[in-house]
Every structure is written in C-alpha cells, then in structure tokens.
C-alpha cells in the first residue's frame, strides 16, 4: 500500500492544473477509491481533496507571486472565475492573490508528501478473519458529525436519550455476530473528513430472516468478508488505537483491503463507568 501512496502522489503532481481523476487513479494502482481515500486520509492526516487543494494553491502561489493574468492562472488551476480561485486559494494562504503581489506573503506552503513504512509491529494484534452472510443492523439510529479523538458527546447524548427499557429490548433482539450492543458507524465520507457526517446506530445484529420491530432503524449488510480486531484497555482510546493500527499495520501487512460498509464496535466487557473495555473492531474487508 505505501508504494500505491506514493505512484498516487507522483500523479497528483502531474495532474495538478487539471481536475484530478481519483477513480481512474485507483484502478490504474490495482486497488479502489475507497480504500485509497481512506488509507491515505489516515495516514496522511487530511483528506486526500484537502491535500490536493493544498498542493495546487501551494503551486499556484508562485504564479500569482511572479505576474500573469488572474483570470489565466484561475482557468489554468481549474477555476471557472478569479472570484472562485481566490477564495480556494485564501482559504489555504490565508492572505488573498493581491496581497500576495503586493508583499509577497504570508504564505503556507503544503510539502509534497512521501509516504514511507517504518519497521514497527513488534506487538501482534488480535485479529481473526470471518466471512458473514447478509444480516441486518436494527436499533436506533443518528446522524451525528464525525470526531477522531475522545468521546463523541452527540453519539453520547444519542444513546444517552434511549430509554432504559430499550436497551434491554436491543438485547433479546440479537441473533448472531457481531454479539451485544453494537456502536454502528455507517455512510461514513470515503476522505474520513472531521467534522462530516455519519450515521450512527446504536443496536443489535440480526440474520436476513428476522422482520426488523416496529420503531427501530435498520441498515442492510450484504454477504463478505470482515476483519475483527479484539482490543482491552482504556476507553475509547484503545479501540481508537486499534483502528489507527489497522491502517499503519495490519492492511499494509495483509493481501486484504477495506470494502465500502458499515464499521462496527462490539463491547464484551466494560467498567461500570466505562473508563476500560473488551472491544471488537470489525471492519468489511475484500481480497486486495
């Protein structure tokens, strides 16, 4: 995989004054777009988009720093007006085009970024692979923006709302694996952007037979393959350190790449103030 980042970037670089084909990209480097935007978003930091704008403004500064007609170097970096090109290129700089002419600065350049693998994983993860048929999520669902680090306080306040009584339902309600209340996160943005919504569902696993109740929300899983990934200690930042791993470690490692789907938490064991858990991370996954 980091040799893919890396051809993705070089074509980035040779595309950057034109509108950059993600898909095609991916189809060329053997994987999908999906997997592509996710991987490199986690470990580059920034969404892929986010990455390209950067570039391109850092690239366009020079020509907007040494002359030309605007409205030439906003066609030439693919904006339909100098209005459009300069608030792409504010939003990056933090200063406008003509201020730029007219002290040369500031200016917040984005490196080019060089993707390399370094020797950890001296820690085995606990993994195991399982393939499911179709099943079906039902609970009480949410959309809520997405947050990387800490506890979400919408998908609390969320949860928080469901009736007691609920959550004893939810449970004689599941019928297969993943077991137990489960933390669904699904439609999830492919850059994995902060900020961007999500739908989540707080509920249960049940087979494709099982009639969804009355009440609750559903989410359609079709049949493939998962990976799990059993994770202890402190919550939620093992199991968030579990995901991170999944990205540095385990896909780069593995003839296995991510699939479009719902990813799913399910708790085994917790604290009584949920300060530490027994997880399982299970993410859907297809042969790379």
Same mark, same amino acid.
């Given at each position: 995989m980091i040799a893919e980042l890396n051809r993705l970037i070089e074509a980035i670089e040779a595309q950057l004054s034109e509108d950059v084909d993600i898909a095609g990209l991916a189809t060329s480097l053997g994987t999908t777009e999906y997997h592509l935007r996710r991987m490199f978003s986690s470990l580059a930091g920034m969404p892929l988009s986010e990455y390209v704008r950067r570039r391109r403004m850092t690239v366009a500064a020079a020509d907007v720093a040494t002359g030309g007609r605007m409205l030439d170097i906003a066609v030439r970096y693919g904006y339909g007006s100098t209005e459009a090109f300069g608030r792409a290129f504010r939003a990056v700089h933090r200063s406008s085009p003509a201020e730029v002419r007219a002290d040369g600065g500031? $200016?917040?350049?984005?490196?080019?970024?060089?993707?390399?693998?370094? &020797?950890?994983?001296? #820690?085995?993860?606990?993994?195991?692979?399982?393939?499911?048929?179709?099943?079906?999520l039902v609970g009480h669902a949410a959309r809520v923006p997405l947050i990387h680090h800490g506890v979400n306080p919408h998908i609390q306040a969320h949860v928080a709302g469901i009736p007691a009584s609920e959550h004893a339902r939810l449970k004689t309600l599941g019928n297969i694996e993943p077991a137990g209340l489960l933390q669904v996160s699904a439609d999830v943005d492919p850059d994995y952007t902060e900020g961007s919504e999500l739908t989540y569902l707080h509920g249960v696993a049940v087979d494709a037979a099982t009639t969804t109740p009355d009440? $609750?929300?559903?989410?359609?899983?079709?049949?493939?393959?998962?990976? &799990?990934?059993?994770? #202890?200690?402190a919550y939620p930042a093992a199991l968030q350190d579990a995901y991170a791993s999944s990205v540095t470690d385990w896909f780069p490692s593995n003839p296995w790449r991510l699939r479009a789907g719902p990813s799913i938490v399910a708790v085994l064991e917790r604290a009584e103030d949920f300060s530490t858990a027994t997880t399982e991370l299970w993410l859907p996954i297809e042969r790379a």
């Open positions: 500031p $200016l917040r350049s984005q490196p080019k970024l060089r993707f390399r693998l370094t &020797v950890e994983g001296n #820690s085995s993860m606990d993994t195991r692979i399982t393939h499911r048929p179709d099943f079906r009440g $609750l929300d559903a989410i359609e899983v079709p049949a493939g393959d998962w990976v &799990v990934f059993r994770t #202890s200690g």
